[in-house]
Every structure is written in structure tokens, then in C-alpha cells.
């Protein structure tokens, strides 16, 4: 039988959310990535990830509607 999981980093997903709630999620990662507690690095380097990706999202939004 194989991991229902083993195959989960190919799944790919669209979230569609307006600009105040991208600004929500890019600074909850950002919070999470700052206070982060320890553990498994991997942990900080996937949020780290996240932080920069939804960073990137967020100026691509706000540059494509001029509003910087």
C-alpha cells in the first residue's frame, strides 16, 4: 500500500483572496517566521519560502493595479 502523502508536493492549488487578505497571510507567515519556536528546520526554511512567495505575490498585485 502506498503513502497517500507520498505525492503531495506534486499537487498543485489557487487561492483567490483580495489584497487586505493577502497582507493578512503575508504577515501571519511573517510573524510565524520571526517567533518561530524551533524544531525542524525545515519548518523555518518552508516559512521563510512562504514569507518570500506571498512577498512577491502581494508587490505583483499591488504593481499590476498601480498602487505603488
Known amino acids: 500500500m502506498s503513502n497517500p502523502n507520498s505525492h503531495e508536493h506534486e499537487i498543485e492549488?489557487?487561492?483567490?483572496?483580495n489584497l487586505p487578505t493577502l497582507r493578512t497571510m503575508h504577515d501571519c507567515v511573517t510573524k510565524c517566521?520571526?517567533?518561530w519556536a524551533g524544531g525542524d528546520p525545515e519548518e523555518q526554511?518552508?516559512?521563510d519560502e512562504m514569507r518570500r512567495g506571498l512577498y512577491v505575490i502581494l508587490m505583483d498585485a499591488l504593481l499590476d493595479n498601480d498602487l505603488v
Open 45 to 47: 526554511l518552508k516559512l
Open 13 to 17: 492549488v489557487s487561492i483567490t483572496c
Open 33 to 35: 517566521y520571526k517567533t
